[in-house]
């Protein structure tokens, strides 16, 4: 059972009168809470914090100094329409960085659980991020972002608005990402291009023999090979089944809509 500590509000903090605050919140000094705010038991929110409005934090998230939360979404088709930004539990935010609510598209921005985020990144109007994401400083991601779960993007990153990032991916620092990154991949480079499967991450992460070996024979066979891609989809699907990996390799890649970077 967690112990959570007395809820502290330094006093020179401003909380709205409908935010809601959970058991063992530290609220710093200087911080900022707007209106339909909701915030985790046992989260730190960091001195000079913004948190605009229409936004839920989860339990146990750190948001580091100066960090701007649920701000407008900055996109010329946006007209105030309501919309969210949500944060899963255990999610560190550090300085600076800023988090836009949703639009009409989606009407929400969500980032899951156990992500770090670093410090002067930007995300964007509807993107979504899944659980344990990294992303490094001044990562920079456009709007429809979709990052998936276990993904690390390195510093210094753009990403190009309703561009895919798929589990496990590793993306290197500096990279300018205009495709979609297909899973179990490393990409880096401007223009990027991929460099393997990430063999130490999902060694880490405890992917079994069995599956890194089908997910090694799977790239070659789409990215290796001299057959098209189109081709290549239909062989790995062919000769790799009964592995739901490497079936969600094939799938993601059938489903670019910008392309893959290959």
């Given at each position: 059972?967690?112990?959570?500590?007395?809820?502290?509000?330094?006093?020179?903090?401003?909380?709205?009168?409908?935010?809601?605050?959970?058991?063992?919140?530290?609220?710093?000094?200087?911080?900022?809470?707007?209106?339909?705010?909701?915030?985790?038991?046992?989260?730190?929110?960091?001195?000079?914090?913004?948190?605009?409005?229409?936004?839920?934090?989860?339990?146990?998230?750190?948001?580091?100094?100066?960090?701007?939360?649920?701000?407008?979404?900055?996109?010329?088709?946006?007209?105030?329409?309501?919309?969210?930004?949500?944060?899963?539990?255990?999610?560190?935010?550090?300085?600076?960085?800023?988090?836009?609510?949703?639009?009409?598209?989606?009407?929400?921005?969500?980032?899951?659980?156990?992500?770090?985020?670093?410090?002067?990144?930007?995300?964007?109007?509807?993107?979504?991020?899944?659980?344990h994401v990294i992303l490094?400083?001044?990562?920079?991601?456009?709007?429809?972002?979709?990052?998936?779960?276990?993904?690390?993007?390195?510093?210094?990153?753009?990403?190009?608005?309703?561009?895919?990032?798929?589990?496990?991916?590793?993306?290197?620092?500096?990279?300018?990402?205009?495709?979609?990154?297909?899973?179990?991949?490393?990409?880096?480079?401007?223009?990027?291009?991929?460099?393997?499967?990430?063999?130490?991450?999902?060694?880490?992460?405890?992917?079994?023999?069995?599956?890194?070996?089908?997910?090694?024979?799977?790239?070659?066979?789409?990215?290796?090979?001299?057959?098209?891609?189109?081709?290549?989809?239909?062989?790995?699907?062919?000769?790799?089944?009964?592995?739901?990996e490497v079936r969600h390799?094939?799938?993601?890649?059938?489903?670019?809509?910008?392309?893959?970077?290959?």
């Amino acid at each position: 059972m967690t112990v959570r500590c007395e809820t502290r509000i330094h006093p020179t903090a401003i909380v709205h009168a409908d935010a809601q605050i959970g058991e063992g919140v530290q609220i710093d000094p200087w911080v900022i809470i707007g209106p339909q705010v909701t915030i985790g038991a046992g989260t730190r929110i960091g001195p000079r914090v913004l948190i605009e409005r229409d936004t839920s934090v989860g339990e146990d998230c750190t948001i580091g100094n100066g960090a701007a939360l649920g701000t407008d979404a900055q996109d010329m088709k946006y007209r105030g329409e309501p919309a969210t930004l949500e944060i899963g539990d255990r999610t560190v935010i550090r300085e600076f960085a800023t988090l836009n609510r949703g639009t009409a598209a989606s009407g929400k921005t969500v980032v899951g659980s156990d992500c770090l985020i670093m410090a002067y990144v930007h995300v964007a109007h509807d993107c979504e991020l899944g659980n344990h994401v990294i992303l490094s400083n001044a990562v920079n991601m456009g709007g429809h972002v979709l990052i998936e779960d276990w993904a690390i993007v390195g510093g210094l990153t753009p990403i190009h608005q309703f561009v895919r990032i798929g589990a496990h991916a590793f993306v290197g620092g500096g990279s300018r990402i205009s495709q979609d990154v297909p899973p179990y991949c490393r990409a880096a480079g401007n223009p990027p291009r991929l460099f393997g499967l990430n063999s130490v991450g999902l060694e880490r992460r405890g992917l079994s023999d069995e599956v890194r070996k089908a997910l090694k024979k799977a790239y070659r066979i789409l990215f290796k090979s001299d057959a098209s891609l189109s081709k290549a989809l239909l062989r790995a699907d062919e000769e790799i089944q009964g592995i739901p990996e490497v079936r969600h390799l094939i799938e993601f890649i059938r489903a670019s809509e910008r392309g893959i970077t290959t």
